[in-house]
């Protein structure tokens, strides 16, 4: 063999060489792809989805599916190169920067608690909003999380104060604890009236600071919590993150109410929800889509604000309606029910 061949030959088992393990090198990328769905009108590991005690509740039929992503990857479990490219090459998943599902400012178990708060607090706000779809009232919390060290609220508010009053008027949110306090002016005094404890009650004065933009502030982290009237329990096992709160409510919405609420057929749906039953935008609406329509999905409530990327990607065989609010969807399953065709649809637009 001449020394040329040999020269070649070297270089072509080095570059293969250098390319194989190249191609099983950590890279810091992950991959989503369609996850499980839940029908929240039916049960997990033989446990209702959605429990309703102290209140009387009505058959269900059909499906009321909300969606997942699953991830592969992570700063932990990193990708190697050629799961990125097999990836790349599937229209069914999506290949992302890592920072953009895990912060540089966060590790993966805090992401992780993030999204499991995030599920809670979607569950309490899907109870809030179903039953202000039925006009069933219910009572607003708001208790203290934490303080602020070195601000005024620092050893005088203790975590799990309730709120009941802010300088003598009554609280109805977290919004009107904030307002009370910026009413005011940097060096002023603030009474907060509490429920402590096993339901001690006190008044708490707080001597208010200039905070950000000059704005008065008093160092206090709250939350809000709900007192309903009947007990609701949601069962999804091991599913994170804020995005099945519209699909919780319509599932609580429709054990609630006479009659089936999809009149027998199998929607899915996604999207985040707040007390007052605005829905928002989430993440990975294209794997999600994907994963509605295997599980057998027709129909698809899409968020307003992710209407124009889901008619990009939206598969064959699922019907993309358009939603914004709770109230939105409920109208929306009554006329499919109904079997009316004219629905608020998604566009490129």
Same mark, same amino acid.
């Given at each position: ?12 088992? %080095? ?43 009505? =058959? ?14 992570? =700063?932990? @479990? ?5 799961? @990125?490219? $097999? &990836?790349?090459?599937? =229209? ?33 706000? +899907?109870?809030?909003? +179903? ?5 069933? @009232? ?5 208790? /203290? ?12 508010? #203790? ?14 949110? /977290? ?7 910026? @009413? ?38 709250? #939350? ?15 599913? &994170? &993150?804020?995005?099945?709160? %519209? ?20 929607? +899915? ?11 928002? =935008? ?48 409920? #109208?929306?399953?009554?006329?499919? $029910? ?12």
């Amino acid at each position: 063999m001449s020394r040329r061949a040999l020269t070649l030959l070297v270089a072509g088992f %080095l570059v293969l060489t250098l390319g194989v393990v190249g191609a099983f090198l950590p890279v810091p990328y992950v991959v989503l792809s369609p996850g499980p769905t839940e029908n929240t009108i039916g049960q997990v590991d033989k446990k209702d989805v959605v429990s309703i005690t102290g209140h009387q509740t009505y =058959p269900t039929s059909g499906a009321l599916s909300l969606v997942t992503v699953a991830y592969q990857g992570g =700063p932990s @479990a990193r990708i190697d190169l050629l799961t @990125a490219l $097999r &990836g790349w090459i599937d =229209p069914t998943v999506a290949v992302v920067p890592e920072e953009t599902i895990f912060p540089p400012s966060s590790s993966a178990k805090q992401v992780e608690e993030e999204n499991t708060v995030e599920m809670a607090n979607s569950q309490d706000y +899907a109870t809030a909003a +179903a039953l202000n779809e039925l006009k069933i @009232a219910y009572r607003t919390v708001v208790t /203290v999380l934490s303080t602020e060290k070195g601000k005024p609220a620092d050893g005088k508010l #203790q975590k799990g104060d309730e709120i009941l009053a802010v300088d003598g008027k009554p609280v109805t949110s /977290v919004d009107t604890v904030s307002q009370a306090v910026r @009413a005011h002016k940097p060096g002023d005094n603030v009474t907060f009236s509490v429920s402590r404890g096993s339901g001690q009650k006190l008044d708490v004065t707080v001597q208010t600071v200039q905070g950000a933009k000059g704005k008065p502030i008093v160092g206090v982290v709250m #939350q809000a919590r709900y007192k309903f009237p009947f007990t609701v329990d949601i069962n999804v096992g091991d599913v &994170g &993150g804020p995005s099945a709160g %519209l699909m919780f409510a319509l599932g609580i919405y429709d054990k609630l109410t006479p009659g089936q609420l999809t009149g027998g057929k199998d929607i +899915a749906g996604t999207g985040t929800i707040d007390p007052s039953g605005e829905v928002g =935008p989430i993440g990975g609406i294209a794997q999600k889509m994907v994963g509605a329509r295997k599980s057998g999905a027709t129909v698809f409530l899409t968020p307003a604000d992710n209407c124009s990327e889901a008619v990009k990607a939206v598969p064959d065989g699922l019907r993309l309606v358009k939603i914004q609010t709770m109230h939105e969807a409920v #109208q929306a399953l009554d006329s499919l $029910r109904a079997g009316q065709g004219n629905l608020p649809s998604c566009s490129a637009s």
